[in-house]
């Protein structure tokens, strides 16, 4: 089946770095998301990885390992707005476009 | 770039009626767009993709009659949920996947959502 597991809280502090990390068993591959949704809000996309190892895109990373079903997001100099859920999907074999969501991982910061 | 907008944002009806929710892409064309529902504290739920000239692709257990998805032109999808019941309470989402020309492909931006409250 497809299973895409992350943790489903974490806490940090502001100022600090955190890795939210993003397993998945999927029968096809063909890139991975993650998204970050404030509560009541739509989730706004953070980064695409589809080839093994690490995008950077300003304060956020993001690291991919196809052959261990594993990627983790990576913030760093965590701000307060950056309390919100993270979403890691992966997207599914063929031409259909779909994406493989997994539950989120709520992120509280605190000063 | 990569702009959806959603209409309207927030909705009241009172049960038994229809409510159509739109859904567009302002900057670039869509050939597929999704919808999805949200309820509180839980992930997205995709009910269905909706191919522009073509008929959607509804997810398992989701009801085809009772969520009409319409996705007439390369911009815009409609979502009507018809004789709307207090359970269909949720917040609906629809996101598009640019058809061409944008750096990252396939990639699912969001509309803003649209929070359904059935009396």
């Known amino acids: 089946g497809q299973n895409i597991d992350q943790p489903t809280e974490m806490t940090a502090t502001e100022g600090a770095i955190v890795q939210i990390n993003c397993t998945y068993q999927t029968s096809g591959f063909n890139g991975l998301f993650w998204y970050q949704q404030h509560a009541g809000e739509a989730p706004t996309f953070l980064s695409y990885?589809?080839l093994d190892g690490l995008e950077e895109k300003g304060r956020f990373s993001s690291f991919l390992s196809r052959s261990k079903g594993y990627s983790y997001l990576l913030l760093k100099e965590l701000q307060m707005k950056d309390s919100a859920s993270y979403l890691c999907?992966?997207?599914?074999?063929?031409?259909?476009?779909?994406?493989?969501w997994g539950l989120g991982t709520s992120l509280a910061v605190n000063p | 770039g990569a702009v959806v907008s959603q209409h309207p944002s927030r909705v009241i009806c009172k049960s038994g009626t229809s409510v159509k929710i739109e859904c567009r892409s302002l900057d670039f064309q869509a050939t597929t767009m999704f919808w999805y529902r949200q309820f509180p504290k839980q992930s997205l739920m995709l009910m269905a993709t909706?191919?522009?000239?073509?008929?959607?692709?509804?997810e398992q257990g989701v009801e085809k009659d009772k969520f009409l998805i319409n996705h007439a032109s390369l911009t815009l999808s409609t979502l009507t949920v018809t004789s709307a019941h207090p359970e269909d309470s949720s917040f609906y989402i629809c996101?598009?996947?640019?058809?061409?020309?944008?750096?990252?492909?396939?990639?699912?931006?969001f509309g803003p959502g649209t929070r359904l409250t059935v009396l």
């Open positions: 990885n589809v």
């Open positions: 999907a992966v997207r599914d074999a063929g031409n259909n476009r779909k994406l493989i």
């Open positions: 996101s598009a996947s640019p058809s061409q020309g944008l750096a990252v492909t396939d990639t699912q931006y």
């Open positions: 909706s191919n522009e000239g073509s008929k959607a692709t509804y």
